[in-house]
């Protein structure tokens, strides 16, 4: 896509050179108060890429959140060329009331395209899918684990796109899980559109890892400097190690209920048979151990210190790519 010298954009426009923060607006509050869902353009004098960055779609993942509002402060979205769009928080909704969900209890992830007339979150999904996608060559999704699960820094794509591999490869986060598009999700969405999109998923609902957070600045700013936007201003690091691509994986769940410890790190590489955690009663009975079933990356950690038998509680590597 070429980029227009005047960007229209929810009803605005924007010219090269210029920045404005434009409003996406829904749906007021149930008070009638009105509620301003901030979109921050950011456009260089010189032509260029237009890459959307976006967080929040479920309103409890704050990690995501804090990294596109780190991306806004630091001014990483002001182009060297071409154009930055940011979305910090496209559930608002579920953000002011500390909830995964929009108020109708519908999961904004799951019900894209969208409908004019559809639920709150489906008229969401339907502006965000009609007038702010079609103007993106690149997008750059943020998300966090869900509930107590503790997610590695992590991209996930879907495998046979050598753009992807080759963008993932740039971000430099310690993981690149292969995965499919679920239905009715915004990257399944943005695919059958021939939008490009990397899905970042680190730490957990709720909470703040500056590991995580680093993560994910930098990995933003390695994929803006690969498209020549980043400003000179700004240093690039390489990662401080290869990432690993995971082709297959599967949970590893919990044989009783009980009081869970895990004993290993998020990113370990464990072995078969290796003990990774245990699980014990409150009674002073004792624990019984939770080992590896194969080799492989553990990059997901349930740490919810209660568990019921069946949760998943460790996410592990069953193949990586050479």
Same mark, same amino acid.
């Given at each position: 896509m070429?980029?227009?010298?005047?960007?229209?954009?929810?009803?605005?426009?924007?010219a090269l050179g210029e920045r404005k923060t434009v409003s996406f607006n829904v749906a007021k509050l149930h008070t009638q108060n009105t509620i301003d869902v901030p979109v921050i353009i950011e456009r260089s004098k010189k032509p260029g890429p237009t890459v959307l960055i976006t967080a929040g779609i479920h309103g409890d993942e704050v990690n995501g959140i804090e990294i596109v509002r780190q991306i806004i402060a630091k +001014?990483? $979205?002001?182009? @060297? !060329?071409?154009?930055?769009?940011?979305?910090?928080?496209?559930?608002?909704?579920?953000?002011?009331q500390m909830d995964r969900e929009?108020?109708?209890?519908?999961?904004?992830?799951?019900?894209?395209?969208?409908?004019?007339?559809?639920?709150?979150?489906?008229?969401?999904?339907?502006?965000?899918?009609?007038?702010?996608?079609?103007?993106?060559?690149?997008i750059m999704d943020f998300h966090t684990g869900g509930a107590d699960r503790f997610n590695a820094a992590q991209i996930r794509i879907i495998k046979g796109e050598v753009i992807l591999d080759e963008l993932a490869e740039v971000f430099g986060a310690p993981?690149?899980?292969?995965?499919?598009?679920?239905?009715?999700?915004?990257?399944?969405?943005?695919?059958?559109?021939?939008?490009?999109?990397?899905?970042?998923?680190?730490?957990?609902?709720?909470?703040?890892?500056?590991?995580?957070?680093?993560? +994910?600045? $930098?990995?933003? @700013? !390695?994929?803006?400097?690969?498209?020549?936007?980043l400003s000179n201003k700004f240093k690039v690091s390489k990662p401080k190690k290869k990432c690993v691509f995971i082709s297959s994986s599967k949970w590893i769940r919990a044989n009783r209920s009980g009081m869970f410890k895990p004993s290993v790190k998020i990113n370990s590489r464990v072995k078969k048979g290796d003990p990774i955690g245990n699980i014990t009663d409150p009674y002073g009975s004792p624990s019984f151990p939770v080992k590896a079933p194969n080799d492989g990356y553990i990059?997901?950690?349930?740490?919810?210190p209660i568990v019921y038998q069946g949760d998943a509680i460790f996410h592990i590597s069953t193949a990586v790519e050479a």
């Amino acid at each position: 896509m070429s980029e227009k010298e005047i960007l229209e954009i929810l009803g605005e426009k924007v010219a090269l050179g210029e920045r404005k923060t434009v409003s996406f607006n829904v749906a007021k509050l149930h008070t009638q108060n009105t509620i301003d869902v901030p979109v921050i353009i950011e456009r260089s004098k010189k032509p260029g890429p237009t890459v959307l960055i976006t967080a929040g779609i479920h309103g409890d993942e704050v990690n995501g959140i804090e990294i596109v509002r780190q991306i806004i402060a630091k +001014g990483i $979205n002001k182009p @060297k !060329r071409g154009t930055i769009i940011c979305i910090p928080v496209i559930n608002v909704f579920g953000f002011i009331q500390m909830d995964r969900e929009f108020p109708d209890g519908r999961d904004l992830n799951r019900v894209f395209p969208g409908s004019k007339e559809g639920s709150l979150a489906s008229r969401v999904a339907h502006k965000l899918i009609k007038e702010i996608v079609p103007h993106v060559d690149l997008i750059m999704d943020f998300h966090t684990g869900g509930a107590d699960r503790f997610n590695a820094a992590q991209i996930r794509i879907i495998k046979g796109e050598v753009i992807l591999d080759e963008l993932a490869e740039v971000f430099g986060a310690p993981f690149v899980l292969y995965s499919k598009n679920l239905n009715k999700s915004f990257r399944n969405t943005c695919y059958k559109l021939g939008i490009p999109m990397l899905l970042f998923e680190g730490g957990k609902s709720f909470h703040i890892d500056p590991n995580v957070t680093n993560t +994910g600045v $930098n990995g933003a @700013k !390695r994929v803006l400097n690969h498209l020549d936007m980043l400003s000179n201003k700004f240093k690039v690091s390489k990662p401080k190690k290869k990432c690993v691509f995971i082709s297959s994986s599967k949970w590893i769940r919990a044989n009783r209920s009980g009081m869970f410890k895990p004993s290993v790190k998020i990113n370990s590489r464990v072995k078969k048979g290796d003990p990774i955690g245990n699980i014990t009663d409150p009674y002073g009975s004792p624990s019984f151990p939770v080992k590896a079933p194969n080799d492989g990356y553990i990059f997901n950690i349930n740490e919810s210190p209660i568990v019921y038998q069946g949760d998943a509680i460790f996410h592990i590597s069953t193949a990586v790519e050479a």
